[in-house]
């Protein structure tokens, strides 16, 4: 018998459930990609993320090729393709990892059906792209956790799965078609220092991380210019590394480092769980309201370019355009500054940060935003990021902002910071813009359109 694989946000042959359980029952494996044409219209097929993903399928179809396999691509409406490509190879069951999106589970509906009625099975695998599948820690009194702390203490306590080790040969059958695989070539508006995907390169880069980076973790993940965090993220989202293999692993290296970098990978989980039980979360208030946010275009437009005159603000915007990914500390204080000191929507920012971000990913991005926004699950919605208190402290000495705002490059810190109060020559020298707006004036605006 003949089962397909289809693989979505799970770009790997490492750790691997579906493709593991297709091998076990099967002669024949027909490993597929569908490029679903209702995720390009709905706005996400961002040139930065299509990069990656043609790095990643590119990967994928060579470590297949090494085990005597090959990738079957096609594009169009996704389950027409799987159930094409199901009649083709005379397949019996399809293998998928589950996802959590709203969109995600009503594809997986219409897929089951639309299999079910070939008389083909659709088996959905858990632990995949989630360490801990969502639902499977809940609260006494609620069906998920709106907050981390108790989440984690949950999560911690579960037994992970054992990671699964690649296979070692893939027979797929003949007579599948494949269109050409996706390349970078060709592709317009990519950010020029946009990382590389694949599963070699994540594996890589994981195992650098463990080597040198992990054990730095706890004390330097804030540290703007040090950019001492794994950059595993790209990886993540497009699972060219699985989730329950970084934790297993991170473990036996041990230590506050890995400890605290197992957290982080919890707080993906966390918030896929919440996105699992509330699809709306990604468009709609999670919890406080605002209802009179400012438009403010010309101030958005500052924002998204990086002249807000807040030099950290602009260091972070320009890395997110230079190369597609921004420090996590730089995502925390831009999005305050959009919403909190602009007081402009979160899911302004949210798009911008979708349209670029290598690791654009809904139940991360919508999720932070809201949290940062004050809309969300953060137990301090009222919490507002000063720029100029956060770069002192995340960039000590100034080299982050140096580093990407080149006009400010021959300040030290701490003028680089605060370069409206240069006096005379000293600032009429600089190209480089006022702040848009008083810190005290934006904070202000916030608490009173949350208390109003
Ligand atoms: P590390 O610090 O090395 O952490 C390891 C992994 O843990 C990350 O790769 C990521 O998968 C996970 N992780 C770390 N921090 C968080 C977090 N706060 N929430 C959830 N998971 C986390 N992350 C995305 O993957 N995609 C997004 O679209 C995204 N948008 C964000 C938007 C905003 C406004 C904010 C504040 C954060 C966003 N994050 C997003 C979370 C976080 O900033 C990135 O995951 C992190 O910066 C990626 O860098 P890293 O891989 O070096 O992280």
Known sequence: NVSVVLFTCDLRLHDHPPLRAALDGSRQVVPLFVRDRAVDRAGFAAPNRLAFLADCLRDLDAGLRERGGRLVVRSGDLVEEVCKVAGEADADEVHLAADVSAYAHRREERLRRALE??????????????????????????DHFAVFTPYFAHWSRRRLRDPLTAPRTVHVPDGVGSEELPSRAGLSGLSPGLAAGGEREGRARFAAWLRSGVEAYEDRHDDLA?????????????????????????RRVGGPGAEAFVRQVAWRDFNRQVLAARPAAATVDYRAKHDRWRT??????????????YPVVDAAMRQLLHEGWMHNRGRLLTASFLTKTLYVDWRVGARHFLDLLVDGDMANNQLNWQWMAGTGTDTRPNRVLNPVTQAKRYDLHGEYVRRWVPELADLAAPAVHEPWKLQGLDRAGLDYPEPLVELSEGRERFLRGRSS
């Open 296 to 309: 403010a275009p010309d101030e958005v437009e500052a924002w998204r370019a990086g002249r807000t005159g």
């Open 226 to 250: 040090g950019d001492a965090t794994s950059r595993l993220s790209p990886h993540l989202h497009f699972g060219t590394l699985s989730p329950v293999e970084l934790v297993h692993r991170s």
């Open 117 to 142: 009625a070939e008389g083909v099975r659709l088996h959905v695998h858990d632990t995949v792209t989630t360490a801990v599948e969502p639902g499977a820690v809940l609260p006494t009194s609620s």
